[in-house]
Structures are given as structure tokens and as C-alpha cells.
């Protein structure tokens, strides 16, 4: 039996703001250098640059997806079935739930760029985790690839 599709995927990428600061990095990394003449100045300005690259590029990276039976975000794979109510979160809503509602306990992929989220309940009793809470720029989009695969996965175990 083959897998089933892929239904839904996303890449919380980082704002070209965060682009333009990591150039300027550079730019700095090889004005410190400048003193020193133009070898280092460049060494300065490469480096500084790709080091800075490589940390945004690293957080821009986080993927969820939905596949299968699963719900994959970050490098956590939790199954449907440990899943339950899932709220979609406007801006003031994720504010509030990656604030002063947060649980300590709860599993956050969290970017502050990202404005909205999903917050999904965790129904396995064996698991102490109370919530998911997800940034994703599209919460209905997310919530529905969540209600499909269900939906393909209750098919699949009755038939």
C-alpha cells in the first residue's frame, strides 16, 4: 500500500527584512576589518555575512506538514489520534495564547513574525503536553488539511 499524499505543507520563512539586516552584518563584519586592509576587510564581510545567513536561514527553515496520519511541525511527528479541537487564531488571539494564556507545558513552533496560528488540543491522556500551538500563515488552510486527513484516516480504518 502506497502513502497517502502530502495534504498540506508550510515553511515558516523569516521576513526579507531579516535578509537585508544579515547583509548589513556583513557590511559591519567587514568594516571592523577594514583596518586591518582589504584580504580581511572581505574575509570580514564574507564571513560575518554567511554566518549570519546560516542563523536566519536555520530559523526560516521550520516545515509543518500534514502527512498521512500525522502531524509533522518542526521536528516533532504527533499522530491525529492524539489530536482533538482545533482553534484558528487571528492576531490579537496568538498574541494572547503565546503570551499571558501560554501553557509552560505546551508544545510551541512559534515565530513572532508569523502573525496568526492554530492552537490544537492534545486528547492522548498519556500525554502531558495540554495544547499544540503552531504559527502558520494560513490557520483555515492548516485546520482543514487536519480535518481531511482525519477524515481519510477514519475512512481508511473502516473500510
Known amino acids: 500500500m502506497q502513502p497517502a499524499a502530502q495534504s498540506y505543507e508550510e ?10 539586516i544579515t547583509a548589513l552584518v556583513g557590511v559591519s563584519g567587514g568594516l571592523i576589518l577594514l583596518p586591518f586592509g582589504v584580504l580581511p576587510m572581505l574575509a570580514g564581510l564574507v ?13 526560516g527553515s521550520a ?27 487571528d492576531a490579537e488571539g496568538a498574541r ?4 499571558y494564556k501560554a501553557d509552560p507545558r505546551a508544545f510551541m513552533l512559534l515565530r ?5 496560528a492554530v492552537r490544537i488540543e492534545v486528547v492522548d491522556p498519556a500525554d502531558p503536553t495540554p ?10 488552510g492548516l485546520a ?6 482525519r477524515a481519510a484516516g477514519a ?3 473502516a473500510g
Open 112 to 116: 513572532a513574525y508569523v502573525p496568526t
Open 96 to 99: 494572547a495564547w503565546r503570551s
Open 131 to 140: 495544547y499544540v500551538y503552531l504559527s502558520t500563515r494560513d490557520p483555515e
Open 63 to 89: 516545515r509543518i506538514r500534514v502527512v498521512a496520519d500525522s502531524l509533522v511541525a518542526g521536528d516533532a511527528r504527533i499522530p491525529l489520534t492524539a489530536l482533538g479541537e482545533v482553534e484558528r487564531l
Open 155 to 157: 475512512e481508511r480504518s
Open 11 to 20: 515553511r515558516l520563512t523569516v521576513p526579507t527584512g531579516w535578509w537585508v
Open 47 to 59: 564571513g560575518a555575512a554567511a554566518l549570519t545567513a546560516t542563523g536566519v536561514s536555520a530559523y
Open 144 to 149: 482543514e488539511a487536519l480535518a481531511a486527513a
